[in-house]
């Protein structure tokens, strides 16, 4: 098994930023694909970014538009998302996820292993 846990979100204003992260523990033989999803209010649960087991890859959402950075540190068991410019439309619960079978997938499908996540609140 492997539990993941988020942390970092709070409430800020419109072009502040934040760092989210999300530690993975429980099952340390294997370093997963890892992402990031949020859910919106009124929404569903969306693609934010990805990245490989290595960190060598990453992915984004069309929406991040160059504000978002996504990374990892093995030694830690832990990813990252560095959130800049951040707008009320980012308001979401922010999960992070990972992957036994799939490499930077959009799709939640594709995750077995998920966090309960993080509230971001980005006030007008």
């Known amino acids: 098994q492997v539990q993941l846990a988020e942390a970092g979100g709070r409430l800020v204003q419109t072009g502040a930023s934040l760092r989210l992260s999300c530690t993975a523990s429980g099952r340390a033989s294997k370093i997963y694909d890892m992402a990031w999803f949020r859910r919106c209010p009124g929404k569903e649960r969306e693609f934010v970014s990805a990245i490989s087991a290595s960190g060598g890859r990453t992915g984004y959402a069309d929406f991040v538009r160059g504000r978002f950075t996504i990374t990892r540190d093995n030694a830690k068991n832990s990813i990252y998302l560095q959130m800049n410019t951040l707008e009320p439309e980012d308001t979401a619960l922010y999960f992070c996820?990972?992957?036994?079978?799939?490499?930077?997938?959009?799709?939640?499908?594709?995750?077995?292993?998920w966090g309960q996540g993080t509230q971001v609140t980005v006030s007008s």
């Open positions: 996820a990972a992957t036994e079978y799939y490499s930077l997938s959009s799709l939640a499908r594709a995750y077995h292993f």
